[in-house]
């Protein structure tokens, strides 16, 4: 077996186990869409489709095609959406605390609360 | 033989599910903007697959533009639960 198609299998190997990873995430993340109580645990895990979920299946495809436009379209939008998506969740979550969604009735602290209606008096 | 990419472009399919369930039942306004956050997400990983398997490289320019369009939607409705307006 020649040196080439030895590389390219482990290549094929690395971006199958990529590729589950990032499948594993977004079952999860689907899983807690379902089943989490309240408006800030239900983003804690979507936040992870849009990172480590959308990231390891375009750095998947990334290893499969190689440097092709294919490719590098792929990790560039990998990257995009590993940029945007903590920026988004951080955004809305803001928004929803202070439109009034409440917490659910397990949680124990509040600490942002706190500090904003501290601040606005 | 199904290869991997083939059985996820089902898997995401399959994860449309819990997406239109939290639209259709979430109780408050950003229960259905983090539902169709993560739905967008969702069709931007299953045109990336599905840009791999077709060995064409311009439905991953529509990716690309559906992941700057949902952050966009994402930040202004998130400024307008906020603030009530939108710039």
Redesign the interface.
């Known amino acids: 077996m020649s040196e080439v198609s030895i590389s390219s299998m482990i290549m094929n190997l690395l971006s ?1 186990i990529v ?2 990873i ?2 594993t995430f ?2 999860l ?3 807690g ?2 089943r989490l109580p309240d ?1 800030y645990n ?2 804690h895990t ?1 936040a992870k ?2 990172t480590v ?2 990231f390891g ?2 750095l998947s ?1 990334l290893m ?2 190689g440097f ?3 490719g590098v ?2 990790i ?2 990998g990257l ?2 590993l940029l ?2 903590p ?3 951080h ?6 605390h ?2 009034g ?1 409440g917490l659910c009735k397990e949680s124990i602290i509040d600490e942002y609360g706190k500090t904003y209606k501290g601040s606005k008096k | 033989m199904i290869s ?2 083939d059985f ?1 472009l089902i ?2 399919v399959l ?1 449309f599910i ?2 239109i ?2 639209v259709i039942k979430g109780p ?4 259905r ?3 169709l ?2 739905m967008t ?2 069709i ?2 299953m045109l ?2 599905y ?2 398997d077709k ?3 311009f439905f ?2 529509v ?2 533009v559906l ?2 369009i ?2 966009v939607g ?2 202004t ?3 307008y ?2 603030e009530g307006v939108v710039l």
Not at chain 1, 91 to 96: K, L, S, V
Not at chain 2, 28 to 31: E, L, N, R, V, W
């Open positions: 199958d590729l589950l990032g499948l977004v079952f993340g689907m899983l869409l379902i408006v239900r983003l979507t489709i849009g979920g959308a299946v375009m495809i499969r095609a092709t436009p294919i379209k792929a560039a939008v995009f959406l945007t998506a920026i988004a969740a955004m809305i979550t803001r928004a929803a202070r439109h969604v | 991997l990419l996820s898997f995401m994860a819990p997406c369930y939290r408050t306004i950003p229960d903007v983090v539902a956050d993560a997400t969702v931007i990983v990336g697959a840009s791999y060995g064409s490289a991953m320019d990716a690309l992941a700057v949902s952050f994402t930040v409705i998130s400024k639960l906020d």
